[in-house]
């Protein structure tokens, strides 16, 4: 099992910048992609962003292409999402998600595990 836990989220104005953090514990000794999602309200799941085990790979949704960076420190088990230029669209609970593989994928069912969420709030 792995246990992923969000946070950096907040209420911020348009035009800023938010990090993300998704902290991983648990049997992290295995090779895992990570990926992150957003869901607002009335709306369904989106996939945002995903890196691959190595960290060499990356795939952005264009939506947030140019303005989101994807990292991730294998040491500590930490993924972030560098967040700028925020628009009032971002606004949306933020995910992040596990996949026991080392390429990543842009389904949220090709994810093992899933963290509580943090919310992003941008106004306008």
């Known amino acids: 099992q792995v246990q992923l836990v969000e946070s950096g989220g907040g209420q911020v104005q348009a035009g800023d910048s938010l990090r993300l953090s998704c902290a991983a514990s648990?049997?992290?000794?295995?090779?895992?992609?990570m990926g992150w999602f957003r869901q607002a309200p009335g709306k369904e799941r989106e996939f945002v962003v995903a890196?691959?085990?190595?960290?060499?790979?990356?795939y952005y949704a264009d939506s947030v292409k140019g303005r989101f960076t994807i990292s991730r420190d294998k040491f500590n088990g930490t993924v972030y999402l560098q967040m700028h230029s925020l628009k009032p669209e971002d606004t949306a609970v933020y995910y992040c998600?596990?996949?026991?593989?080392?390429?990543?994928?842009?389904?949220?069912?090709?994810?093992?595990?899933w963290g509580q969420g943090t919310q992003v709030t941008v106004s306008s």
């Open positions: 648990g049997r992290t000794g295995s090779r895992y992609a």
């Open positions: 998600a596990a996949r026991r593989a080392n390429s990543y994928a842009i389904n949220g069912d090709d994810y093992n595990y």
């Open positions: 890196i691959s085990w190595s960290g060499t790979s990356t």
